[in-house]
């Protein structure tokens, strides 16, 4: 089995996001590429889809887990000791915001019964959240997970979209 370095793609300010499901193969001259018949899932070693372990053997943080960390900036719009809120970077309506957790979970399928009161805290803040930013006409939450379900970052998140009549279903 060949094993390939990869990383993700931070875009040139560090805060902006790229590459299909969210990677990025590293544009160096020395680094190996895949084989015609082997796609960019095959060679990234890492644990994802109903994994707690959101991280890869490369111990690549997600651009999520530098948000919590603040080494990439976010609009934030609440922070708390568990959860996290902010503006999504590529807004699919004229609000559309992320709540995330602290607790590296790489998706809903990693959710354990010990994670039950921090999903319930998510759910919450998510309403609260949509309060703070006026959506009194309703508004949207979407858990995108694992590769069906079109997620592409690796870190638990809820999408709050408001601010315009959203059409049904969705995808
Ligand atoms: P999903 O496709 O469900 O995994 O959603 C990931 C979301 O994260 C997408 O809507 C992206 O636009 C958003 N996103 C990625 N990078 C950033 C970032 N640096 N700041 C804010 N939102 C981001």
Known sequence: MRVHTTRR??????????????????????????????????????????????????????????????????????????????????????????VIPKKELANLAAAAGEDQALLGHLLLTAKNVAEQLGLTNGYRTVINCGRDGGQSVDHLHIHILGGRALRWPPG
């Open 9 to 98: 793609s931070w875009g040139k300010d560090a805060n902006s996001y790229s590459g299909m499901h969210g990677w990025a193969r590293e544009n160096q001259s020395d680094s190996p590429r895949p084989s015609p018949n082997e796609t960019e899932f095959d060679t990234v070693p890492r644990v994802a889809f109903g994994s707690s372990d959101s991280r890869s053997v490369f111990a690549m943080p997600t651009i999520f887990k530098r948000i919590i960390d603040k080494e990439v900036p976010a609009k934030i719009v609440h922070e708390d000791e568990l959860c996290l809120a902010f503006h999504d970077v590529a807004p699919q309506a004229p609000t559309h915001v992320l």
